[in-house]
Nanobody
Framework: QVRLVESGGGLVQAGDSLRLSCAAS????????MGWFRQAPTKAREFVAA????????YYADSVKGRFSISRDNAKNTMYLQMNSLKPEDTAVYYCAAAFRTLSLTTSSTYDYWGEGTQVTVSS
């Protein structure tokens, strides 16, 4: 079992930055890959970014490339999502997730555990 808790969401203006954190506890010794997904009202959950256990590989959705950066600190069991140049279309609930398989990290069904999400609202 892995427990995930997101933090760092909030209300910001377009062009601002936010850093989300995801604290993991439990069976983190199994070295999970981790990812961020988001879901806006009336829309399906979509992939944002993912990172392997070592951090050697990262993946991004085209919509966030060049603006968002994913990282992790395994000593702290924490993953981060640095979000810069935020746009109103980035408004969503952001979820972190952990996967013990590294195939298809851009697909939500790959992930075994999910956090409860943190709201990010970007005003224009």
């Amino acid at each position: 079992q892995v427990r995930l808790v997101e933090s760092g969401g909030g209300l910001v203006q377009a062009g601002d930055s936010l850093r989300l954190s995801c604290a993991a506890s439990g069976r983190t010794f199994r070295r999970p890959a981790m990812g961020w997904f988001r879901q806006a009202p009336t829309k399906a959950r979509e992939f944002v970014a993912a990172i392997t256990w070592t951090g050697g590989s990262t993946y991004y959705a085209d919509s966030v490339k060049g603006r968002f950066s994913i990282s992790r600190d395994n000593a702290k069991n924490t993953m981060y999502l640095q979000m810069n140049s935020l746009k109103p279309e980035d408004t969503a609930v952001y979820y972190c997730a952990a996967a013990f398989r590294t195939l298809s990290l851009t697909t939500s069904s790959t992930y075994d555990y999910w956090g409860e999400g943190t709201q990010v609202t970007v005003s224009s």
